[in-house]
């Protein structure tokens, strides 16, 4: 069965450093989207990619916080520098959903199929 | 702005106990509605889904009816497995939003013992 793949599934770093997550979404999804889940809360939405491109980044911290996905493939989370507050599990999500409006959508195109996510911990 | 609120946990049943865990939501329009299941060390899995009012989603003998009188999407199955034990996620996608904009409760713990 198909799956998203995250690396690395458990990180600790020191406040002020730099980290960095990646995921690779099931083949042939065209959207991607990165989730942060506190300890005791539901995911939040960071980011969401159509493609190679941005469709909503409005909770993502951009003063520290960027996301990449150059080639509508796999995609990169770097959160630069670390916060205590950061601490969470990073989960990475894909669907199939093609751009709205676009011909042929597939019935369940919009499931999203999770990660196991990549738990952080920041001292 | 739109929530979902579903009862605290940890919930714990004996094997072929009924369960149900309590969903409500606030939202405009009229949102999708979701449940997910979280088992130990894996990703969210879409347990079921009901997209508009009176649906009925049903998946592994859970149930979970869109009541909007209500604005609830309680789940339940009439006799759990100890393989049932993950933690729940209800979740609603605004009317109109995005389809990864979805907006989660605070998840739900459930433990079946043998």
């Known amino acids: 069965e198909a799956e998203v793949a995250q690396s690395p599934r458990y990180k600790i770093t020191e406040k002020s450093q730099a980290v960095a997550f990646w995921c690779d979404p099931i083949?042939?999804?065209?959207?991607l989207y990165w989730y942060r889940q506190i300890l005791g809360q539901g995911p939040e939405l960071l980011v969401q990619f159509q493609d190679e491109s941005v469709v909503d980044d409005s909770q993502l911290p951009k003063d520290r916080f960027s996301a990449e996905r150059l080639k509508g493939v796999d995609s990169t989370l770097k959160i630069q520098p670390a916060e205590l507050g950061d601490s969470a599990m990073y989960l990475c999500?894909?669907?199939?959903?093609?751009?709205?409006?676009?011909?042929?959508?597939?019935?369940?195109?919009?499931?999203?199929?999770f990660g196991a996510g990549s738990r952080l911990t920041v001292l | 702005g739109d929530s979902v609120t579903q009862m605290e946990g940890p919930v714990t049943l004996s094997e072929e106990a009924f369960l149900t865990i309590n969903c409500t939501y606030t939202?405009?329009?009229?949102?999708?509605l979701f449940w997910y299941v979280q088992y130990p060390g894996e990703g969210l899995q879409l347990l079921l889904k009901a997209t508009k009012a009176d649906d009925k989603g049903s998946n592994k003998g859970f149930e979970a009816t869109y009541r909007k009188e209500t604005t609830s999407f309680h789940l339940e199955k009439g006799s759990v497995q100890v393989s049932d034990s993950a933690v729940y996620f209800c979740?609603?996608?605004?009317?109109?939003?995005?389809?990864?904009?979805?907006?989660f409760g605070k998840g739900t713990k459930l433990s079946v013992k043998p």
């Open positions: 979740a609603l996608k605004p009317y109109g939003g995005s389809q990864g904009n979805l907006i």
């Open positions: 999500a894909s669907s199939l959903a093609p751009k709205s409006g676009s011909p042929g959508t597939i019935a369940g195109a919009n499931v999203l199929t």
């Open positions: 939202a405009t329009g009229y949102p999708s």
């Open positions: 083949s042939g999804h065209a959207t």
